[in-house]
């Protein structure tokens, strides 16, 4: 788990940055170890983690902090429709607040346009204040809530976002 440590604050260089590149195959174990540190609940098995990484109708991210793994999402595509899903996204905690979900973000959002969405989809965790402020400031608005949405039976607030091709 220690690869997957961002540097600490006493280690952040001015040259610290995000970057994003796909996930492939071999990226299964990292992965895995950032749904483990990233979530109690509703985590993804090892079998759906490499199931969706050889899955044409998926695109998973992984983001890194000055070159150490330190995030990731994934968005589903659906044939024949104009509409992509957020499926997951995450990063390690002591990474976040540094852009990570919003650079993932931005891939999951090209890749969307890509394959020819004109509408990105999520869920979040009604109480997950940063990662709502995070989605309201990329410009996601909420359309609906669920209730008893996740396992341990917390609401989740849906997000929607317009795309635009630039």
Known sequence: MSGLTAPSKAQRAPA???TVRGATPADAPTLEAIEAASFIYDRLSSRSL???LRSPTANIFLAAIGGVLAGYAMVFFRRGSTLARLYSIASVPNARGRGIGSRLMEACEHAAIKRGCDRLRLEVREKN???IAMYERLGYRRIGRYENYYQDGAPA???EKQLVST
Request: proline share 8%; aromatic share 8%; net charge positive.
């Open 16 to 18: 610290d940055r995000v």
């Open 50 to 52: 490499a199931r969706n």
């Open 157 to 159: 607030l849906r997000f």
């Open 129 to 131: 204040r940063p990662a």
